[in-house]
């Protein structure tokens, strides 16, 4: 072999493992450019219904309900007063309070916080109130708005 086609196969080889490599780390890039959009990106939120519709025979008197609304807990609690409906999530440290008939409140078993059936804090550490959830009663069925 001359030396002109031993330099010519010697170039050829090494564009070629140039372009190789260049594509490699093109492709490298692309995809953790692609993993660092996902992360930075938010997630896509899936339609929710605006409204959610229980019929009031559901939760009988001195009873109580927990349902998933837009993707969050409520409470809906049916007493002497008739139906009251917070977020379920204590306003100390975020455990799910549960409702106590016999003492007409809501008790938070992490650190016996208590609410009466406004939201209001009767005791414990919670700072401040439960959350109220709006809703409307329409032919004896609950609408959480």
Same mark, same amino acid.
């Given at each position: 072999?001359?030396? $002109?086609?031993?330099? $010519?196969?010697? !170039?050829?080889?090494? @564009?070629? =493992? ?10 490298? +890039? ?9 992360? =930075? ?8 219904? !605006?409204?959610?519709?229980? #019929? ?9 309900? &927990? ?9 809906? &609690? ?7 409906? +917070?977020?379920?999530?204590? $306003?100390?440290?975020?455990?799910? &309070?549960?409702? &106590? ?16 059936? !406004? ?9 401040? #109130?439960?959350?109220?959830?709006? +809703?409307?009663?329409?032919?004896? @069925?609950?609408?959480?708005?």
């Amino acid at each position: 072999m001359n030396e $002109t086609a031993s330099n $010519t196969a010697g !170039t050829d080889r090494r @564009t070629f =493992l140039q372009w190789l490599i260049s594509g490699l780390l093109l492709g490298a +890039f692309a995809a953790a450019a692609n993993v660092a959009v996902r992360f =930075l990106m938010p997630p896509p939120k899936a339609k929710k219904a !605006t409204e959610l519709s229980i #019929p009031t025979a559901q939760i009988p008197l001195g009873s109580s309900l &927990v349902v998933e609304h837009k993707g969050e807990p409520v409470i809906i &609690v049916h007493s002497d007063v008739g139906f009251v409906a +917070f977020s379920p999530i204590c $306003t100390h440290l975020g455990c799910l &309070v549960k409702w &106590v008939r016999d003492e007409n409140i809501l008790l938070c078993p992490c650190h016996a916080g208590k609410f009466d059936l !406004t939201g209001k804090v009767i005791a414990g550490p919670p700072p401040e #109130p439960l959350h109220p959830v709006k +809703f409307e009663i329409q032919n004896e @069925t609950i609408v959480l708005v």
